[in-house]
């Protein structure tokens, strides 16, 4: 199994709303990444998991909350968003810190609209 | 600051027209330079990584290359299944999880 499946594929929410974002992938992989994107822009890094510890957070608004309860899961807590936090948020994962090959194995996605 | 560019922005070719796409990057250390894939409303999907200098890797039509200062990726005969967003990324450092991925160029091949 090489996949990282994420739920919901789509997702439409209000300012005040509280929304979960899940990642799941059962390749034993020991680092989990959230990535944003914007139309024809690159995935930008919001946030990295390794070894189940919040490694990177790359200046995220606090709106955003991630967490990891296990290896194999990896959530993504939202409240309060604005409109232009509409995009396509990416999870993906990879092997780990200590391996030599760092590629990362992406999900669908998650197509956010926010209003 | 570790720097990716990518070129063209857009490419169309007709079936069969072979060409380069073209990733210039500036990090101090390369760990490693990973090409990927991007279907619209889809994740990207890993192609190759190249660590060194004069490597080389092939997958079907494809062909990724590296120098000190930039990467190709060679599209041989290319097919309409073949269009996508092409991008390019670069990790600096061992065990440095983070990748900074270029723009990417939008490929499309017409039949």
């Known amino acids: 199994d090489t996949e990282v499946t994420q739920t919901p594929k789509h997702l439409v929410m209000g300012m005040t709303n509280k929304k979960s974002l899940k990642c799941e992938q059962h390749?034993?992989?020991?680092?989990m990444y959230w990535y944003k994107q914007k139309a024809k822009k690159p995935p930008e890094l919001m946030f990295v998991?390794?070894?189940?510890?919040?490694?990177i957070n790359e200046s995220v608004p606090s709106r955003f909350s991630p967490e990891c309860p296990n290896s194999s899961l990896l959530n993504l807590h939202l409240h309060a968003l604005q409109p232009e936090d509409s995009a396509l948020y990416l999870c993906?994962?990879?092997?780990?810190?200590?391996?030599?090959?760092?590629?990362?194995?992406f999900g669908s996605g998650t197509q956010l609209s926010v209003l | 600051e570790d720097q990716v560019t990518q070129s063209p922005e857009a490419l169309r070719l007709q079936e069969g027209e072979s060409s380069s796409l073209n990733c210039s990057y500036t990090v101090s250390g390369l760990r490693g330079l990973f090409w990927y894939r991007q279907d619209p409303g889809k994740g990207p999907e890993f192609l190759f990584t190249l660590y060194s200098a004069g490597e080389e890797k092939e997958k079907e039509r494809l062909k990724a290359t590296l120098t000190k200062k930039e990467s190709f990726l060679h599209i041989t005969a290319p097919k309409p299944e073949d269009s996508a967003t092409y991008l390019c990324?670069?990790?600096?450092?061992?065990?440095?999880?983070?990748?900074?991925f270029g723009t990417g160029t939008r490929l499309t091949i017409i039949p």
């Open positions: 990324a670069v990790q600096a450092g061992f065990g440095n999880e983070k990748l900074t």
């Open positions: 993906a994962s990879s092997q780990g810190r200590a391996t030599v090959d760092e590629k990362l194995f």
């Open positions: 390749m034993g992989h020991r680092a």
């Open positions: 998991y390794s070894y189940e510890k919040l490694s």
